[in-house]
C-alpha cells in the first residue's frame, strides 16, 4: 500500500526530527527548507540516549517549488513568529482535503493559522521532546517527552484519527488530546513563569531557586492563574506557583528554548508566551505588571 507523503514546513530541529522518525517508521517525507539547506543525501538522527547518527530519507525542496494540490499532509515546524506566513507561502500546494498538523510552543501561532486556514484540519501537537541541530540535517533527540495531539477546528477532529494512526507509527511518543487548548494553556503557564526570566538573567533553569527570582516566577504564576481563572480553564489543585517550582526542579540543568534562543543571537517567541498572556489579559481587563516587565525586558533587549 502506497504511505500517504508527509510535508514538513522547516527543516529546522523539529522539523527534522518529526521527519526524521517518520521516515524511519516507512513513510516518505519532504522537508521545505529556507535559507540553511540541509544535504538531501546527508540527513541523519541521533536518537535519545543513542550514540550512532542514524540515516534518514526525505526530499528536500522550497515552498514556491511545491506543484499546486500536491500536499495533503502538512507539520508546520517553523518557529512561532514564522508560522502563518509560512503557511501562506504554501498554500498553493495543499490540497483541497488537506490537513494541517502545527507544533509550535506558546499560544497564538495555532489559533492564528486556524482562524485563517479553516477549510482545512487544523490539528496542534502541544509536544514535551527535545531536539537540537548539530548542523544542516542532523538532529539529536535530546530530550524524551510525550506529543499530545489534538483538533483545533471541525474538520481537524474529523482527521485526528487517522492522523494520529500514523504518528503512532513513529518511535516518538504521541497521544490523543481531547481538550488540547487546555494542554497548550498548561504548557504555556509554565513557559510564561520560566523562560523569560531565564532568558533575562541568562540562566539555567535550576538558577531561577534563589529568593529574588523565584518571587518573580510567583508573580508571574499569579497573574497567569487569574487570566486562566478568568477563561475558565483548570488550574492544578496545588497552584501555578507549585508546579513551576517542581518543573524547575525537575529541569534544573535545561536552558530553556528562549535562553537559547538569546545565546543563538536569534529574535524569542515572547510575543508568543508572556505576550499571548498580555493580550488575553487585556481583553479581559486584567492587570498583569509582572508579566509586562518581562516581556518589555525581553524586546528591548533581544529583538
Ligand atoms: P528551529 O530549529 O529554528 O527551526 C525552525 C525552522 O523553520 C528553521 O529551519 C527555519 O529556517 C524554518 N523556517 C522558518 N520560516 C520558514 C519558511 N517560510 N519556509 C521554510 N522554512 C522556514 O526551531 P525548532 O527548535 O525546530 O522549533 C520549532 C517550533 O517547535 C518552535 O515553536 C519551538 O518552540 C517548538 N518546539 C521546539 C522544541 C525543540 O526541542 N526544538 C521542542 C518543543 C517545541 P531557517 O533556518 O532557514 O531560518
Avoid at 250 to 272: C, F, P, V, W
Amino acid at each position: 500500500m502506497n504511505q500517504t507523503r508527509w510535508t514538513v514546513l522547516g527543516a529546522g530541529s523539529l522539523g527534522c526530527l518529526w521527519g526524521g522518525y517518520l521516515n524511519m517508521a516507512g513513510m516518505p517525507v519532504t522537508l521545505i527548507h529556507r535559507h540553511s539547506v540541509p544535504a538531501p543525501d546527508n540527513l541523519t538522527l541521533t536518537p535519545f540516549q543513542g550514540n550512532a547518527e542514524i540515516p534518514f530519507q526525505a526530499e528536500l525542496t522550497t515552498a514556491k517549488e511545491c506543484p499546486t494540490e500536491s500536499i495533503s499532509q502538512l507539520i508546520v515546524a517553523t518557529k512561532a513568529p514564522d508560522a502563518l506566513d509560512a503557511v501562506r507561502g504554501i498554500a498553493h500546494a495543499l490540497t483541497p482535503d488537506a490537513a494541517i498538523l502545527v507544533l509550535q510552543n506558546g499560544m497564538g501561532a495555532q489559533q492564528a493559522i486556524a482562524e485563517a486556514f479553516n477549510d482545512y484540519a487544523i490539528i496542534a501537537a502541544c509536544i514535551t521532546d527535545g531536539a537540537y541541530r548539530t548542523s544542516p540535517g542532523h538532529v539529536v533527540h535530546a530530550g524524551k517527552g510525550v506529543s499530545r495531539i489534538g483538533a483545533l477546528n471541525e474538520k481537524g477532529l474529523q482527521a485526528e484519527a487517522a492522523v494520529l494512526a500514523q504518528l503512532q507509527k513513529m518511535d516518538l511518543a504521541t497521544e490523543h488530546c481531547p481538550d488540547i487548548y487546555q494542554a497548550l494553556w498548561n504548557k504555556l503557564a509554565i513557559n510564561i513563569a520560566i523562560n523569560g526570566l531565564t532568558a533575562l538573567d541568562q540562566c539555567l533553569n535550576g538558577e531561577l531557586r534563589v529568593p529574588a527570582r523565584l518571587a518573580r516566577v510567583k508573580k508571574l504564576c499569579q497573574e497567569t492563574e487569574q487570566v486562566m481563572r478568568a477563561l475558565q480553564l483548570s488550574l492544578p489543585e496545588e497552584g501555578l506557583f507549585y508546579l513551576a517550582q517542581s518543573v524547575i526542579e525537575g529541569t534544573a540543568h535545561n536552558r530553556s528554548s528562549m535562553l537559547q534562543d538569546t545565546q543563538k543571537g536569534k529574535s524569542t517567541e515572547i510575543e508568543y508566551i508572556n505576550g499571548y498572556l498580555l493580550d488575553q489579559a487585556h481583553t479581559l481587563g486584567i492587570d498583569t505588571p509582572e508579566n509586562q516587565a518581562v516581556y518589555d525586558a525581553v524586546i528591548a533587549r533581544f529583538h
